[in-house]
């Protein structure tokens, strides 16, 4: 059987953690942030966890991280 392909994009925008949870950074936070308010920003900048029913789809494109 050959060998699986990571997605590169996927590889690139997501790392797992030790305990298999697949974490990501927040997008909105390059331009035109003047209109949100500051409590928007800020929890903008926290980094987040893939959702539970998305978990098939990310081990499907990054095979060996699991």
Do not use: I
């Not at 974490?23 to 900048?45: P, V």
């Amino acid at each position: 059987m050959p060998k699986m392909k990571t997605h590169s994009a996927t590889k690139k925008r997501f790392r797992v953690s030790a305990g298999k949870k697949v974490k990501f950074r927040k997008a909105g936070q390059r331009h035109l942030l003047t209109g949100d308010s500051g409590n928007q920003n800020r929890l903008s900048r926290k980094a987040e966890y893939v959702q539970k029913s998305d978990m098939r789809t990310m081990k499907k494109f990054l095979p060996y991280d699991f």
